[in-house]
């Protein structure tokens, strides 16, 4: 990471942002944020350990402004969870089809042809496609969803499967990883989704997703994919049981990795929702929490480019306010989602306007940039459109 500046005076936040780090127990933090020095583990632990959520803030605030300025990035996108069978049984998932949970199914190419038809009207620019471990399906199915998504919406960006999805298609493929993802690619794959990493640990692995790859698996199968052109991202699933030296292991081996290859693009932490899972004993993530996780995950990652608050699992409130914790990014349109879908029929509608979206980025004195999933930029002639009528008001100060 480059130094932020030479000159505090001159680097993003106010004199009176600076004077609070400067003075505060994080200041030797400040100081290496400020010198573009990496943070170490006990940096990260000692992150972990402060109630200082404003400092958190604040620090995170300054590397998310010296990256990315004042844009807050967003996505129209469309989720396809092609199945919800699942052998892994991981004790922290609510979505795949069990006794007394969700009936199974899994999708027909003409019932992805017609969920993509359902929304043509809207200008979807990626395709995010996961499901469950299904042994059933053949390799040809793997294939054939990606020609019938290619064929279907031929200018969406197709980013899909996880690691764990990945290590299987290879197993029904029998052949070399880089060669299936070439292959992958070849029929229309363009990323990867940040999904299944949960907590890169052996003792959080083995003991609620045990039948799923490993961390070591998760980083190696990254890293191939990285080495052959695609990029992905990193999500960590928090608020379970890990422990907090687990949070920091788990960020500084995507650190690491990315050392390595530079191929993650985003980082999002996702904030565990208990709801018909196996671990329903442990409560919802708070507010509170789910800022610290973008704060400490912006601070350690310094060598990825973003941030994500995904308003799905942490409310749109929480994810427009993580956009001045360390987030330049809110995921997204999101037509349909059903990975946590015991929350989503509770609390939150599935889809966020293009409208509603940009409303809050503004209303958060940030500058809404749509992207593509590899981050570039578009530009619609209706994009001024999309500004909400209402302007912002300064509200008067007291006395
Ligand atoms: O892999 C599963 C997690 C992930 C629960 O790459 C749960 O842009 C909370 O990876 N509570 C899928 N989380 C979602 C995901 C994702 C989301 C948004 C954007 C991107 C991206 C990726 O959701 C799973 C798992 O880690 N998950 N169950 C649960 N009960």
């Known amino acids: 990471m480059n130094s932020l500046t030479t000159s505090a005076a001159a680097a993003p936040g106010s004199t009176v942002t600076h004077r609070y780090l400067q003075s505060g127990p994080l200041s030797d933090i400040y100081d290496k944020v400020m010198e573009g020095k990496r943070l170490s583990f006990a940096d990260g632990l000692r992150l972990w350990q402060s109630d200082d959520l404003t400092a958190l803030g604040a620090l995170a605030n300054l590397v998310r402004e010296a990256k990315n ?46 969920k993509l038809e359902r929304t043509r009207h809207i200008p979807v620019t990626e395709i995010h496609m996961v499901a469950g471990i299904y042994p059933k399906l053949g390799y040809q199915y793997y294939l054939d969803l990606l020609d019938t998504v290619k064929a279907t919406r031929p200018d969406a960006h197709i980013k ?34 940040g999904g299944g990493a949960e907590i890169l640990t052996d003792r959080v692995h083995d003991a609620i997703f045990e039948r799923k790859e490993t961390a070591h698996e998760w980083l190696e199968t990254a890293k191939t994919a990285h080495r052959v052109g695609l990029h992905s991202n990193a999500t960590m699933l928090y608020g379970h049981i890990e422990t907090l030296e687990e949070r920091v292991v788990h960020l500084m081996k995507l650190r690491e ?20 899972t196996k671990l329903e004993h442990i409560p919802q993530t708070t507010g509170y929490l789910d800022l610290k996780a973008i704060a400490i995950g912006r601070l350690m990652l310094d060598n990825f480019p973003h941030v994500k608050s995904f308003w799905m699992m942490i409310t749109p409130p929480v994810a427009q306010a993580a956009q001045w914790y360390g987030a330049d990014d809110i995921d997204g349109t999101v037509v349909e989602y059903e990975i946590t879908h015991e929350i989503d029929q509770e609390n939150a509608a599935q889809q966020l306007s293009q409208q509603r979206l940009v409303g809050m980025i503004i209303e958060a004195g940030r500058d809404p940039v749509e992207r593509d999933p590899l981050y570039n930029v578009i530009e619609r002639e209706d994009s001024a459109a999309l500004v909400p009528e209402r302007p912002r008001v300064a509200l008067p100060m007291a006395g």
């Open 160 to 193: 899909a499967f996880t690691m764990v999805e990945l290590l299987q298609i290879q197993k029904l493929a029998k052949k070399p990883m880089e060669e299936v993802l070439l292959e992958l690619k070849a029929h229309g794959l363009s990323s990867l989704p």
């Open 257 to 276: 990795a990315q050392d390595e290859t530079g191929g993650f693009l985003t980082f999002i932490p996702l904030a565990f929702s208990s709801k018909g």
């Open 69 to 114: 300025g004042n844009k807050t990035y967003y996505v129209r996108n469309q989720h396809i969870n092609y199945t919800n069978i699942c052998n892994k049984g991981c004790k922290f998932c609510s979505f795949y089809a069990q006794k007394g949970g969700p009936a199974p199914y899994v999708m027909s190419m003409e019932d992805v042809r017609r």
